[in-house]
Each structure stands twice: as structure tokens, then as C-alpha cells.
């Protein structure tokens, strides 16, 4: 099933061409399994890319419509500086007028800087422009359109930092919904993780994390560091950086460094999302992570949310600060939280509950 985009609305960007195709949602059979692993390299750095989900009832179809809420909660904390930065752009469309209005996208991050914040910055305020209008998007391929506009990110930043004399790096942890469909892709240790409802009930809602951590101890990463010519000592890219993916860090990377001994490839998954499944998703900075697992953070907001009213997603992503500076962070903490909103035919409702 394809489908299109159905308008040609130019911005000064230029403009995307309505004959190109957005492929659907990719379906998943009842015996295809619960999680796909795909191996795959660019160039010299190796990535795995992943997707995650069962069929859904609904697909693209009108049954049921996602309607994703997003919000941010972040905080200084003890540091001496603030060098976290997000993005929560619930209708993408309006903020990228070239995707047109066949179908409803949303952009999510949160980047953690290092070394100073304008790295955190750019990512800030180019990361989901450059994604968006990226040519892979605008076909369907959202993955590769993470890896294109992060790769590009990055070069622009890498020339920035050599022109004005900074060394400041990111972590980056986002997220692009299509209709139904959830991507991710991460540089670093900012993780995004999926809430599951329960198997059964009264039970927890089940964390999935949908990144994966890029630490210079994780002996995948040190061996690609060293493979590159590049030395990793006591944990560290040169006994200096503990993450081993960023964007920035002009000092580990091409032109200054023989090789990107740091690397802006990020690993990216595909999740096709389920009214019957899903109910929100969590990004945050190891802020958050360094004191609160997934586990607990997805247990924590689905309490939350038996409250009446029902916390706002603003709410819920304050509340996950306040969780980790009482148990002991003195990071940095963003964290944004993205509550699901389904709407479906009622006829359709009553054939979930037969």
C-alpha cells in the first residue's frame, strides 16, 4: 500500500513533488516475531537498525486516528551551566509546509551538550527541519532520512565549531511519528522508551527501549574506536568523552582527527503503534536515566495517569524531574513525555472488546 503526498506547497525550502510516494505502515503477520533485527553498515561505521511491533488493528486506515501530545519538563539542576535543549512539535506539518496535510506528522528530541550547549542548540533548532525535508522523507524512509539530516547536523556543526573556536558536542534522542507509525534514532546515552499496556490486568505496563547507549566502555564502540586508529582509555574516546556517538566534537572527528572517532551515525528503529498497545512514549537525558530505570519511569507515569483529572503531558514530564533530583541527580534533566490519543469508529471499539 502506498500513499501520497497529495499537495505541492512550496516554502523556502523549495518544494516536494505530490507524485512521490510515502510508503504505509509496514504490517507484521502473526508469525512474524515481536522484534526484527536488521544489520546494515554505512560507509565505515557499522549500525543496527530495528523494528518493533505486531500487526495493528487499524494500520493507516481512518478506524482510528493518533493524536500525539506532547510536553517538556528540564531543569539546571546542581551544574554550574545548562546545556540541554529540546524540540516537541506536536503538528509538524505546520512548522515544514512542503509535507503537506495528507497525513499528520510529529517531531520530537532532546539533546544533551557537552562541553557548552551550542552543539545542544542547532540540534535544537535545525535537527527536525533538516530531517523533515530531507529526500529520503519525503519517500518514506524516515530512518534514513534520521541518518541524512543527522550527518548533515553534524557537518554544519563541525564548521561552525572550527570557525568560532568551540569544542561542544550532543547527545540526541528523537522521534518522528507518522500517522501510526513511531521512528526513533539516538547518538549517545538520551534514551526514548515506549509504555506498553499490560498482558494482563492489573498488570505493570511493559518498558520498551527504543535506543540504544553509545558509551566508549561498550565493547562494540571501543572496538569500532579502534579499528578507526583511535585509543579509548579508562571508558573514555582519549580518556576524555564518555559517550561515543554525538554530533560536535570537532576534536574527534574529521577534518581535525584522522577519523570520526566519534560517531554521528545514529542507531534508528521503526515501531508501528496499536490503539489496543500503546499509550505513550518517554524521551529523556541520562539525566533522568542515571537514577530512574525504564521501568520505572513508564510504572511511574501509567500511575500517574489513573489520577482524576488525568495529568497533563506536562505534568507527567515534571513530575519524572522531580522523581530523579529526589533520588539524587545533579545533571541536567529533560525529560519529555508524548501521550497517545486514539480515536476510533465506536463500531470498531465494540469489535476490539468481542
Request: charged share 20%; net charge negative.
Amino acid at each position: 500500500m502506498a500513499f501520497l503526498f497529495r499537495s505541492k506547497k512550496k516554502s523556502r525550502h523549495g518544494s516536494v513533488d505530490s507524485s512521490q510516494p510515502f510508503p504505509g505502515v509496514r504490517l507484521h503477520s502473526a508469525d512474524t516475531p515481536v522484534v526484527e533485527r536488521v544489520r546494515s553498515e554505512t560507509s565505515d561505521n557499522r549500525r543496527n537498525s530495528w523494528v518493533y511491533g505486531t500487526e495493528p488493528l487499524f494500520g493507516t486506515s481512518t478506524c482510528a486516528t493518533l493524536a500525539p501530545k506532547g510536553s517538556c519538563e528540564s531543569i539546571q539542576g546542581t551544574r554550574a551551566t545548562m546545556e540541554d535543549t529540546w524540540t516537541s512539535i506536536d503538528i509538524l506539518n505546520a512548522e515544514v509546509p512542503l509535507l503537506g496535510d495528507a497525513h499528520r506528522f510529529a517531531f520530537y528530541g532532546v539533546y544533551d551538550g557537552h562541553c557548552g550547549d551550542q552543539a545542544a542548540r542547532l540540534c535544537r533548532d535545525e535537527l527536525h527541519r533538516r530531517v523533515s525535508e530531507s529526500p529520503h522523507f519525503a519517500q518514506g524512509n524516515i530512518e534514513q532520512a534520521f541518518i541524512a539530516g543527522l550527518l548533515s547536523l553534524d557537518r554544519a556543526i563541525i564548521q561552525l565549531a572550527q570557525a568560532d573556536g568551540w569544542n561542544a558536542g550532543a547527545t540526541v534522542a528523537a522521534a518522528v511519528i507518522v500517522d501510526s507509525s513511531l521512528y526513533t534514532a539516538n547518538l549517545g546515552d538520551s534514551l526514548v522508551v515506549l509504555a506498553q499496556r499490560p498482558a494482563t490486568a492489573g498488570g505493570d505496563h511493559v518498558p520498551i527501549t527504543l535506543t540504544k547507549i553509545h558509551k566508549a566502555s561498550v565493547p562494540e564502540e571501543k572496538q569500532r574506536i579502534i579499528e578507526a586508529g583511535g585509543m579509548v582509555m579508562s571508558g573514555r574516546v582519549y580518556g576524555d568523552l564518555a559517550v561515543s556517538r554525538a554530533v560536535g566534537d570537532k576534536q574527534y572527528k574529521r577534518p581535525v582527527a584522522d577519523a570520526d572517532f566519534v560517531s554521528p551515525v545514529p542507531y534508528t528503529t521503526k515501531c508501528v503503534l496499536s490503539l489496543t498497545q500503546h499509550d505513550f512514549v518517554i524521551l529523556a537525558t541520562d539525566g533522568l536515566w542515571d537514577k530512574v530505570t525504564p521501568a520505572d519511569a513508564v510504572k511511574h507515569v501509567a500511575n500517574l495517569r489513573t489520577q482524576k483529572p488525568e495529568p497533563t503531558p506536562h505534568e507527567l514530564a515534571r513530575s519524572l524531574v522531580e522523581l530523579a533530583s529526589q533520588r539524587g541527580s545533579s545533571d541536567n534533566i529533560t525529560v519529555l513525555v508524548v501521550l497517545f490519543h486514539w480515536t476510533a469508529k465506536d463500531d470498531d471499539i465494540a469489535s476490539i472488546a468481542e
